[in-house]
């Protein structure tokens, strides 16, 4: 038997390159190898206040990004969270063993809710028990995640070990994967700051459905360090976070892609930087806008048929487990 991965990502704003380099391109390289599971989160995506009609359509473009990406829905199963009404029941399960402090303690947490907890909403603050619950549900092995991720998955991972000790072996604990190279993309104006689909300056990152002149010009304005050699450097986070762009885009070793710049300075490697993004972008995003919505319904369909099966089995075991049982 295969081993499971399950991942996922917001219908929210745009998804920038960090997505793509932090998240979906291992997704893609690990679809085979695993059976797997990748959920559009449109529950999670209510955390924050949402149009309808925005949510509704932002649902479907990720779909398409998805598959642009290179999943292949023949491989990979591919469904909208809210089809399985068993992520909404787990939640709650999962909430009654989750401490008020574990959650307190969440960064993302404490950055969205902007350190507010009079006025953050209740949603921002059990999130991570719904992406636990994502989780749990598949027995999954493997979460391919960016780093921001980190800290959620090893709650997933303290949840199950605690459910599994109360009630008896039920869930695989999950292990996350993070790539050494790509898990932290930083924002191209803010390099102290990860790229952000939230970010107020949309200078600070390149969504994947940008237009060649937007990348263009977003690449020729990102800051960078003082210096002037293309070089890897944690000194300077700014050149060598583009640098880390430029490496997984061409796949180019960090090495080579050192030794094609020395001599040159920021402008030349820039113009190339954008030059490499726009290349890789177009396909991309001829891909993206190639599917129909008839087309995206139907995967997502069946994807939740495939879904949901996996998922009951989960929840009547826990139930089960917990003497919870009811009349029919
Ligand atoms: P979301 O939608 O914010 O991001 C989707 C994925 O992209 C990664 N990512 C990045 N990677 C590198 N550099 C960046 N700057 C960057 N920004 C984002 C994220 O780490 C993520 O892997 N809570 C999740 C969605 C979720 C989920 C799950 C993920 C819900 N349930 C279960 C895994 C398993 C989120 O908000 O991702």
């Given amino acids: 038997m295969k ?16 997505n793509y380099l932090g998240a979906l391109k291992n997704w893609v390289a690990l679809q085979n190898e695993y059976e797997s599971f990748f959920c559009i989160v449109n529950l999670h995506a209510i955390t924050l206040p949402q149009d309808p009609q925005v949510l509704r ?28 009404a068993e992520h909404a029941e787990l939640t709650w399960v999962l909430s009654c063993s989750s401490r008020m402090g574990e959650l307190e303690r969440m960064t993302q947490f404490k950055d969205k809710g902007k350190g507010n907890s009079e006025r953050a909403g209740v949603g921002l603050f059990t999130y991570p028990v719904l992406m636990a619950a994502d989780i749990l549900l598949y027995q999954t092995h493997l979460v391919p995640v960016g780093k921001d991720q980190k800290q959620h998955l090893e709650l997933a991972r303290d949840l199950a070990e605690r459910f599994n000790r109360d009630f008896g072996r039920t ?34 990152a390149i969504f994947l459905l940008d237009d060649p002149d937007t990348i263009t010009k977003k690449i020729k304005r990102a800051v960078t360090d003082s210096g002037t050699t293309v070089e890897y450097d944690e000194a ?21 892609s050192q030794a094609h710049f020395e ?29 129909t919505d008839d087309e995206l319904n139907r995967i997502l369909k069946a994807g939740a048929e495939k879904a949901r099966v996996i998922a009951r089995e989960t929840l009547r075991d826990v139930y089960a487990k917990m003497g919870i049982v009811g009349a029919v």
């Fill in 263 to 291: 001599g040159r300075g920021y402008g030349h490697f820039k113009a190339e930087l954008a030059e490499a993004v726009v290349e890789f972008l177009k396909p991309f995003q001829e891909k993206a806008q190639s599917y």
């Fill in 3 to 18: 081993k499971r991965i399950f991942s996922g990502a917001q219908p929210t704003g745009q998804l920038h390159l960090g």
């Fill in 236 to 256: 300077r986070p700014a050149i060598s976070n583009l640098l880390t762009i430029y490496h997984l885009m061409t796949g180019r070793t960090i090495e080579e």
């Fill in 57 to 84: 359509q932002k649902t479907l473009d990720l779909a398409r990004i998805y598959l642009a990406a290179g999943l292949d829905p023949e491989v990979s199963t591919i469904f909208i969270q809210s089809d399985i």
């Fill in 171 to 204: 869930f695989v604990v999950p292990d996350p994967f993070i790539p050494p190279v790509g898990a932290n993309i930083l924002s191209l104006q803010e390099p102290a700051k990860k790229m952000s689909k939230s970010d107020e300056n949309p200078n600070g």
